[in-house]
Nanobody
Framework: QVQLVESGGGLVQAGDSLRLSCVVS????????MGWFRQVPGKEREFVSA????????TYADSVKGRFTISRDNAKATVYLQMNSLKPEDTAVYYC??????????????????WGQGSQVTVNS
């Protein structure tokens, strides 16, 4: 019943922008931090960004600071990741994740208990 449905991925050129969306259902939303992670074949899933349940705190991996922006619309139970100035090294499968109920934001995979299906982002040089 818990669903995190991602959309917005695609194939772009370096310097372009993409906006990922993740619609959450079947679980409380406003009481949970939301995060974005990404993974490439053969590598560990890595933290990208996270936002507190009230949207009053955001954190980013150093590799995306200044380029990516996380936001959420609690009325729509949706979290977004605006990705600007994309680089080839941003190519990965991006996963939306929901944290534990009433827990603070985390940069660790263990801080999240629900995951989206993943959305491919490919950036050509």
């Amino acid at each position: 019943q818990v669903q995190l449905v991602e959309s917005g991925g695609g194939l772009v050129q370096a310097g372009d922008s993409l906006r990922l969306s993740c619609v959450v259902s079947g679980v409380t939303f406003t009481s949970r931090a939301m995060g974005w992670f990404r993974q490439v074949p053969g590598k560990e899933r890595e933290f990208v960004s996270a936002i507190a349940g009230k949207g009053d705190y955001m954190t980013y991996a150093d590799s995306v600071k200044g380029r990516f922006t996380i936001s959420r619309d609690n009325a729509k139970a949706t979290v977004y990741l605006q990705m600007n100035s994309l680089k080839p090294e941003d190519t990965a499968v991006y996963y939306c994740a929901a944290g534990r109920n009433w827990s603070a934001v985390s940069q660790a995979l263990s801080g999240y208990e629900h995951w989206g299906q993943g959305s491919q982002v490919t950036v050509n040089s």
